[in-house]
């Protein structure tokens, strides 16, 4: 088994990455190379804007390229609780953000022929309890009625339709969903990008970055620039000067396991519609069908964060889980196994705006394919003097107390959310 995000060990090779720096100034200097920073500079260089990139590791290889390669609408939070805590309005405007994440990410994929797996799926929310599945029929009415008719709910003679399992009491299909290789959307953004004359800069972690007069000075291994804008694209990255940042926004483990090849026939009977699937549960699990018959299985297996020893302790775990989802799985193994950072705020609810001058976004909680690559595109509007671009500039974003980068709290948020589930 092979402890590395498939995406990232079948992803192809970036190959139009800038060796040495070609200029000293650039229009905008964007500091991560996962999807936002990428969009980003591919929506910039379009435009005629010079754009310098710095990637601290290799572009694709972090959040980005470790997630389960889903797109879909509806917010992180259950709709009818985010109405109840900042009122309807504010719900659907947050709601209508996913689903033009979504639309305009697909629009990239089909505007720019990028090939990366595309495929439409739709999402189904699975009941895990039967009181869940109550509340997810009184969700699915409100968004029905308020903000989205591609939506429908399923009770569990229904269900039998789309999947076979006897740990489900009901969901929720939403249309508006589609699959994709996250490492080769990436790798076919970061091309574009440079196709249009982005310098797109790999291993260059930023060591420095300052306010001087009317500009940055960003410093890497590679060099210094000096730029008009810079844009934060680094989720929770650990590399660089951005500790602002760290203070805000918490690392959890994020654990995904693919599956050998599967017999077809097997998956049909299972999962015949091959959607998108997320359990209800606060620490469930999410999986999807892979284009070459494997399954994908992931989930937040443990609150910890990731490492060797940890991916494989998590990995055994959504084996067993898996296996008491699907008994017909019981036995199949693992290809790969990985574990990824998720940057979660404390309402789950991205964040995006102005920090000394400086663009940024992140915070995507879990929600981030679409999202990540949706703000890259808005933070190059907000660049461009259009501030109304920015979909979260309502929430206000503090630091956490007592919080200054390393997660110390996740045993007793885990054990917290597992008291949650067992009670709800």
């Not at 269900?159 to 790798?187: C, P, R, W």
Request: hydrophobic share 40%; glycine share 12%.
């Amino acid at each position: 088994m092979i402890n590395q995000s498939y995406w990232i060990d079948t992803k192809p090779r970036f190959t139009r990455g800038a060796e040495t720096l070609g200029n000293s100034h650039y229009d905008v200097a964007i500091v991560g190379g996962g999807l936002t920073g990428l969009t980003a500079a591919h929506t910039l260089a379009k435009q005629g804007v010079s754009v310098a990139l710095f990637e601290a590791t290799a572009i694709m290889e972090q959040a980005s390229g470790q997630n389960g390669g889903q797109c879909s609408t509806g917010v992180a939070q259950d709709f009818s609780a985010l109405s109840a805590t900042l009122g309807l309005d504010k719900a659907k405007r947050y709601y209508t953000a996913y689903s033009n994440a979504v639309d305009a990410l697909r629009n990239i994929i089909t505007e720019e022929q990028i090939e990366c797996e595309f495929r439409e799926s739709g999402k189904l929310k699975l009941a895990a309890k039967p009181q869940h599945a109550e509340k997810i029929f009184n969700t699915c009415e409100l968004i029905q009625r308020e903000v989205d008719p591609n939506v429908r709910f399923l009770d569990a003679e229904g269900l039998k339709t789309e999947i076979t399992s006897g740990q489900f009491y009901g969901g929720m299909v939403q249309d508006n969903a589609f699959q994709i290789h996250v490492g080769k959307l990436g790798v076919g953004i970061a091309d574009k990008a440079a196709e249009y004359g982005a310098h797109i800069y790999e291993n260059s972690p930023v060591v420095q970055l300052k306010k001087q007069g009317k500009q940055f000075s960003v410093e890497t291994p590679k060099g210094k620039i000096t730029a008009n804008d810079v844009i934060i694209a680094s989720g929770i990255s650990q590399h660089g000067p951005l500790g602002w940042f760290r203070r805000r926004i918490v690392p959890v483990g994020s654990f995904i396991l693919v599956t050998e090849k599967l017999d077809p026939a097997l998956i049909e009977r299972l999962m015949p519609n091959k959607r998108s699937y997320v359990t209800s549960k606060i620490i469930g699990n999410y999986f999807r069908v892979m284009g070459d018959d494997r399954l994908l299985f992931g989930g937040r297996a443990r609150f910890a964060m990731t490492s060797p020893e940890s991916d494989a302790i998590s990995g055994r775990i959504l084996l067993k889980t898996m296996g008491e989802m699907f008994p017909e799985l019981q036995g199949v193994q693992a290809t790969h196994c990985w574990g990824g950072l998720v940057d979660i705020t404390p309402n789950r609810l991205p964040r995006a705006g102005q920090h000394n001058g400086m663009f940024y976004a992140m915070g995507y909680s879990g929600h981030g394919v679409q999202m990540a690559a949706y703000m890259g595109q808005q933070l190059a509007h907000m660049l461009g003097g259009h501030p109304e671009a920015n979909p979260w500039k309502d929430e206000s974003w503090y630091a956490i107390p007592g919080y200054f980068g390393k997660p110390w709290f996740l045993p007793a948020v885990g054990a917290y959310y597992k008291l949650q589930d067992y009670l709800h």
